[in-house]
């Protein structure tokens, strides 16, 4: 009988530590992509929840201006980074449905059900919402 079997674990099953610490991205890369899952990445929100932020700071996103900064918000489903991803996945030849959360759109990607040369573009997921992060980041220290 087949089953899908999950190649980063040794027990077979995903976990999203799995697919974040066994892979062969940068330490940076893999950080980051734990904070992310957790919900920990230093989003305004984030910062103001833990007080870094206060008084009259804006947690608006930086690239809409139209919601605030939440993990969801700034790696799915802001409009430009919708853009972003809606771009890429065309160029791919996918359609999609935007999934509700990083670990949603994590376990579609797991999901098994990708062909040989989408499972090629699934590597690329990771620094796909990597690079939206620094380009968030380089755009507020550039102010």
């Known amino acids: 009988m087949d089953h899908p079997r999950w190649a980063a674990s040794s027990i077979g099953m995903f976990s999203v530590s799995s697919l974040i610490w066994n892979n062969v991205l940068p330490p940076k890369m893999q950080f980051f992509g734990w904070l992310m899952w957790k919900h920990k990445i230093k989003t305004s929100v984030f910062l103001q929840k833990i007080g870094v932020l206060t008084g009259g700071v804006s947690t608006l996103c930086y690239f809409?201006?139209?919601?605030?900064?939440?993990?969801?918000?700034?790696?799915?489903?802001?409009?430009?980074?919708?853009?972003?991803?809606?771009?890429l996945l065309k160029w791919w030849g996918l359609q999609w449905v935007i999934p509700d959360s990083v670990a949603g759109l994590l376990s579609w990607w797991e999901s098994g059900k990708l062909k040989k040369r989408e499972r090629k573009i699934w590597k690329i997921v990771p620094v796909a919402l990597w690079s939206i992060w620094k380009l968030r980041n380089d755009c507020l220290q550039r102010g």
Request: aromatic share 12%; hydrophobic share 40%; glycine share 0%.
């Open 64 to 87: 809409c201006k139209e919601e605030e900064e939440s993990v969801r918000h700034v790696l799915l489903h802001c409009p430009f980074v919708w853009n972003v991803w809606s771009s």
